[in-house]
């Protein structure tokens, strides 16, 4: 794995950059991390304290993490334990999804498109204007890659292609706890 580590406010002392290096580099027993793989790690200072955020793409999604401390070896530390539990969490979720799934029929399809065609457009007041827009490529995945993505990026939605059907589908945090899937056709 490679590292981008860059500062705000500043400077990277040789201890620093190699501390964060040894800590990260403790990740690599979970998954598969390309030698092409480059960690992002960005540390500001504030008033009284340093914050590290760290961003670390691998092929199952990407692992984010940020802590604030006094100290920055104790916020480093912090970091490598969020990233840690992250990819525990999402392994646990994985093979629990997987058990509770194996033989069930496959979910239906979780609206009408027809009936949504079919709803007037109202108007949008100036509060509810769109202020973001963003072009996606949904790339092929199973539900279970899905979900680890999703969690990872911690989102409540995620957008992929069903490697089965090829269709576009969502998959979605309910309130309930569990998740929820909405297959176009």
């Known amino acids: 794995m490679k590292y981008s580590i860059k500062s705000k406010n500043m400077e ?84 629990d999804h997987r058990s509770n799934h194996r033989g069930k029929e496959k979910l239906g399809h979780a609206f009408d498109i027809e009936i949504l065609d079919n709803l007037p457009i109202n108007d949008f007041d100036d509060e509810d204007k769109v202020v973001r827009t963003k072009e996606l490529t949904p790339e092929a995945k199973d539900i279970d890659t899905a979900i680890l993505e999703m969690e990872m990026l911690n989102h409540s939605f995620y957008i992929y292609r069903d490697m089965e059907t090829e269709n576009i589908s969502v998959i979605y945090k309910r309130k309930d706890g569990g998740y929820g899937l909405i297959e176009t056709n």
């Open 12 to 95: 990277i002392t040789e201890a620093i950059e190699k501390y964060i290096e040894s800590r990260i580099s403790l990740l690599d027993k979970f998954f598969v991390i390309n030698d092409d793989t480059v960690a992002k790690i960005l540390i500001k200072i504030y008033n009284d304290e340093q914050k590290i955020e760290t961003t670390i793409p691998t092929k199952f999604g990407i692992l984010r993490a940020e802590a604030r401390d006094k100290d920055l070896y104790n916020a480093i530390d912090v970091v490598v334990d969020k990233l840690e539990a992250q990819i525990r969490k999402h392994k646990t979720k994985i093979k």
